[in-house]
């Protein structure tokens, strides 16, 4: 039995509720987070319940939605959305994977708990705002793996030829950069792990000679996802953003499980409201 069939569950229904004759919907994001992006468009909340819940945690706040953690359920977490015309990356991400079975079960996929989306008012051009509100499985980031960890990740990822490449292109694109970030040695790194999330972010977005990486990848699954991301961000017109920050660990019995947790970034489409998600 391959691992990700050991870890399939059913992925939740993806279930829509129309608020047009209230004109209000959720809007969780933590506006006044000292991480929060507010835009002219944005229409902040009088009383966000969760962000002044004292049994409510703040896990962190990016450009489009907020995620929290209640005390009561330590194991998933709540990450809801601005009120917005525009649907981010996130939700392009759990819509694609709502259509394909295989690709939900892969393990470098979080796992989803349940999944709401609500349309609701016009904004002053005449466009619906929408939000979500999704649970999910808790995960750690990526800097609580050890150096022993990260070897670990590397070596069931990447073949030996791959991790010569890797090492190769890291020590190249730091010597091009040196100019910008004065390194004295174009092995170190800026942070513990730098050269793994780098080559983990190399393998989706570099057009130069990621493909050169991507032939000595070991671990189907994680070939498959990042392929599974690249046609996402194709279909639904996003770029990709698989940063560090958006890496993410699952502890298993077998050992950390690296999490492409939110690879996908803004929208890249001309009128991106005229998909349907």
Known sequence: MRLYELLEQDFPEIKTHDRWKT????????????????DDDDLPPENNPHAKNPDIKVLGTGAFATAYQHKDTPHDVTKGSK???????WQALFTALSKDKEAAANPYFPRFRSINKFKGNYND?????????????????YQALSKAERKMLVNK?????GIDVLNHYFEEENRK?????????????????EKFAWAIQA???????????????????FLEAI???QKA??????????????LMIRRTSVGPQLVLNDPLGESTAVESDEEEY
């Open 203 to 221: 393998c989706l977005e570099n057009d130069t000679w990621a493909d050169e990486l991507r032939w000595q990848i070991e671990d189907k699954h």
């Open 23 to 38: 004109g209000k919907i959720p809007d969780l994001y933590d506006y006044e987070g000292p991480d929060a992006y507010v």
């Open 177 to 193: 950069m040196h100019k910008y970030i004065r390194r004295k040695d174009p092995t170190s790194e800026l942070f513990a792990g």
């Open 83 to 89: 009120a917005s015309v525009e649907p981010d990356g």
């Open 125 to 141: 051009e005449g466009k619906p705002r929408q939000s979500y509100v999704v649970k999910v499985e808790k995960l750690e980031p």
């Open 157 to 161: 990822i990447f073949n030996e030829h």
């Open 233 to 246: 961000a194709e279909e639904y017109n996003y770029g990709f953003d698989l940063h560090y920050n958006n």
């Open 227 to 229: 392929e599974f991301i």
